[in-house]
């Protein structure tokens, strides 16, 4: 949503001068996106709203903003404790008199909290639906005249959605406690059904109902058969050293066993499930936000909290249940608005296993038989829903977009593999077959897949050299590619068993009856193209890093690093990647003109202005302090 096309070129919507004011001095942006604007509207009106906009498309601000102009007290209700610590910490590095009341607290906290209320401090209080009914907030809410309730997470009081929390239900009590006040839904995911849903569950009185694009442009989704769980995700990371990435995968086991490999090869990862303990949980969170890890690997019941701006990967190892659910994970990337990458390792065998865990869980469950059946049926119909999508072989914006209820047109979306080009099979692949394989005939059968695609390359190794394969007819004869495609090359025929291999720690690749039918061109070959460093960059990806000083933009990043670290906060509350870029684009050499880069309002230019200018400068920071 963010950065790219019409969302921020549009001015600014809503009629009230104060809005543009209080933008700018609190958060340094100049405009609101469209939706947001009409959102604010609505919001300042009285009147109920139900917005429904993709992850990242700017949510937050629309229920942020409106208690600023009128100075009025609002809540947010908001499923997870994680979820609103971390917008309160985002609030507070703007100054923004917010707070959170969750049961993580102690009693003097909460205590501490209340006064703040009652004395009119906040403009924001951020709650749990069940501490809402169960204590004597409400009492407190109503002495203090709160007029507007938002509903973050909206999709988690339906049945018909993926995520459905019973807890939620017990909100359709605050239109009778509170008939005066104006209730606004706030969802990323809901298809048509579920937004009627949550208006009516909410008793919503003729909302204005809004629903932004669910295209997020620039996320860039590709499909990947998966042959090699491990080789393909170390592959893909390659793309992403040094950045913020999170691997999805289905077991708790996995997660572990993958991020010990993913450690072995250097890379600073660690696994997160719902079977570690909270204070572990909490340690991989809190390094995660802080950077002092790149890769979380994790089962889903990772994200919900996690707010990082600047995840730059979003890595399926395994099919999600849902397209909802790949919406939602997927929606972590690139939250900043800068590209991103959202990649499905896929393999058919994965619907055979959830199918039958769907059986299972539905038939172990209490609900009555006909509930089973019905509940079965539904997860069926979401997973065929999501292996269409893995399978086909078109746009996946368009394919995305269109199963949320929004056409996308036929123009090529430049940010799929489907539109990239990406997925298709190799012109020549028959005769790149049969290079491979002569090659393999040519070294005797007697190396690896790296040597035979190094003379296929055409590279000059000592191993090369001291056997004399420089000599070979077919040394140099695939040098149009790079070492790794050729390798994956080779791989794709040994997967097709057209070619052999010798177990042991140092496999040979070997010929077989069929190589030998490849090369004598009696068997048709179809290989796909290699991915590997093929990839194209999407436009967005070359957009968000024009004009930018990268050195400049590494330094920014470290040394947010280190006031995240002395300050105790996520790394992203403090500036995200998108303002960072913008300074290291902008090289501002003036507080004034820092004021202009986006992201940069009045509490950050007082906080860091200095630091940054010195490091615009070339200057060394003096070091953070608390
Ligand atoms: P959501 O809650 O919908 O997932 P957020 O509220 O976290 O999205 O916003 C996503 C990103 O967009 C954040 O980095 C935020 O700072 C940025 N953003 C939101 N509104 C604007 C705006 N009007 N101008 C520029 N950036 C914005
Ligand atoms: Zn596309």
């Known amino acids: 949503m963010a950065g790219h096309g019409a969302s921020e070129t549009a001015t600014v919507g809503a009629t009230d001068p104060r809005i543009a004011e209080v933008l700018a001095k609190w958060w340094g942006f100049d405009r609101l996106r469209p939706l947001q604007a009409d959102a604010i509207q609505a919001a300042l009106d009285g009147r109920d709203s139900l917005v429904v906009m993709p992850t990242g498309g700017g949510k937050s601000l629309c229920y942020q903003l409106p208690p600023l102009v009128n100075e009025s007290t609002d809540v947010v209700i908001s499923p997870l404790v994680a979820l609103m610590k971390d917008q309160v910490?985002?609030?507070e590095a703007i100054g923004y008199p917010a707070a959170a009341l969750h049961s993580g607290m102690s009693q003097e906290e909460r205590i501490a909290i209340r006064d703040r209320l009652a004395a009119g401090e906040l403009r924001l209080l951020f709650t749990a639906p069940e501490r809402l009914v169960n204590t004597g907030l409400l009492d407190l809410l109503a002495r203090v005249g709160v007029r507007r309730f938002?509903?973050?997470?909206?999709?988690?009081?339906?049945?018909?959605?993926?995520?459905?929390?019973?807890?939620?239900?017990?909100?359709?009590?605050?239109?009778?406690?509170?008939?005066?006040?104006?209730?606004?839904?706030?969802?990323?995911?809901?298809?048509?059904?579920?937004?009627?849903?949550?208006?009516?569950?909410?008793?919503?009185?003729?909302?204005?109902?809004?629903?932004?694009?669910?295209?997020?442009?620039?996320?860039?989704?590709?499909?990947?058969?998966?042959t090699d769980r491990t080789g393909q995700t170390l592959e893909v990371l390659g793309r992403h050293r040094g950045e913020a990435s999170i691997v999805y995968c289905i077991s708790r086991k996995e997660t572990e066993s993958l991020a010990?490999?993913?450690?072995?090869?250097?890379?600073?990862?660690?696994?997160?499930?719902?079977?570690?303990?909270?204070?572990?949980?909490?340690?991989?969170?809190?390094?995660?936000?802080?950077?002092?890890?790149?890769?979380?690997?994790?089962?889903?019941?990772?994200?919900?909290?996690?707010?990082?701006?600047?995840?730059?990967?979003?890595?399926?190892?395994?099919?999600?249940?849902?397209?909802?659910?790949?919406?939602?994970?997927?929606?972590?990337?690139?939250?900043?608005?800068?590209?991103?990458?959202?990649?499905?390792?896929?393999?058919?065998?994965?619907?055979?296993?959830?199918?039958?865990?769907?059986r299972k869980s539905a038939e172990e469950s209490d609900l009555e038989p006909d509930e089973v059946v019905r509940l079965v049926a539904g997860q069926t119909e979401h997973l065929h829903a999501m292996r269409r999508y893995a399978q086909a072989a078109r746009c996946r914006h368009a394919a995305l977009s269109e199963y949320f209820g929004q056409p996308y047109g036929t123009e090529p979306c430049n940010a799929c593999d489907v539109c990239l080009g990406e997925t298709e099979s190799l012109a020549d692949s028959t005769v790149v077959a049969q290079k491979i394989i002569s090659c393999v005939a040519r070294v005797g059968e007697r190396f690896g897949v790296r040597h035979v695609a190094e003379v296929l390359r055409g590279a000059k190794t000592d191993g090369i050299q001291r056997h004399g394969h420089d000599r070979l007819s077919t040394f140099g004869l695939l040098a149009a590619f790079d070492q790794r495609a050729v390798e994956n090359l080779a791989h794709?025929?040994?997967?097709?068993?057209?070619?052999?291999?010798?177990?042991?720690?140092?496999?040979?690749?070997?010929?077989?009856?069929?190589?030998?039918?490849?090369?004598?061109?009696?068997?048709?070959?179809?290989?796909?193209?290699?991915?590997?460093?093929?990839?194209?960059?999407?436009?967005?990806?070359?957009?968000?890093?024009?004009?930018?000083?990268?050195?400049?933009?590494?330094?920014?990043?470290?040394w947010r690093r280190r006031v995240a670290d002395a300050r105790g906060k996520p790394a992203w509350t403090i500036f995200d990647d998108k303002a960072l870029r913008g300074i290291a684009r902008e090289k501002?050499?003036?507080?004034a003109a820092l004021l202009r880069v986006k992201g940069i309002g009045e509490k950050r230019l007082a906080d860091f202005g200095a630091a940054i200018l010195d490091m615009v400068a070339g200057k060394e920071p003096d070091e953070p302090t608390e």
Not at 168 to 176: A, I, N, W
Not at 299 to 314: E, K, N, P, Y
């Open 89 to 91: 910490d985002a609030l």
């Open 150 to 226: 938002s509903i973050d997470e909206a999709h988690c009081i339906s049945q018909w959605g993926h995520d459905f929390r019973p807890e939620y239900r017990q909100l359709s009590l605050l239109r009778e406690r509170f008939p005066q006040a104006s209730v606004h839904a706030f969802t990323a995911t809901a298809t048509p059904r579920v937004r009627d849903d949550i208006a009516a569950q909410l008793n919503l009185r003729d909302p204005e109902v809004l629903v932004g694009t669910f295209d997020r442009p620039n996320l860039c989704y590709r499909v990947v058969p998966r």
């Open 588 to 591: 501002p050499a003036s507080p």
């Open 492 to 558: 794709q025929l040994l997967d097709q068993g057209l070619l052999g291999r010798t177990g042991g720690d140092r496999p040979v690749v070997t010929l077989n009856e069929r190589s030998w039918e490849v090369l004598k061109g009696g068997r048709p070959v179809v290989l796909l193209e290699p991915r590997t460093g093929r990839t194209k960059a999407t436009k967005a990806d070359v957009d968000d890093w024009q004009g930018v000083d990268r050195d400049l933009f590494e330094r920014l990043r470290a």
């Open 260 to 358: 010990a490999r993913l450690a072995a090869e250097g890379i600073l990862a660690r696994p997160y499930h719902a079977g570690l303990d909270a204070k572990q949980r909490h340690k991989t969170q809190d390094a995660f936000a802080r950077e002092t890890i790149d890769v979380v690997v994790a089962t889903v019941a990772f994200g919900m909290g996690i707010d990082r701006s600047d995840v730059r990967l979003v890595l399926h190892t395994s099919l999600p249940k849902s397209l909802e659910a790949y919406q939602q994970e997927t929606g972590r990337a690139g939250r900043d608005g800068l590209a991103a990458e959202c990649v499905l390792l896929y393999s058919s065998a994965d619907v055979f296993s959830w199918e039958s865990l769907v």
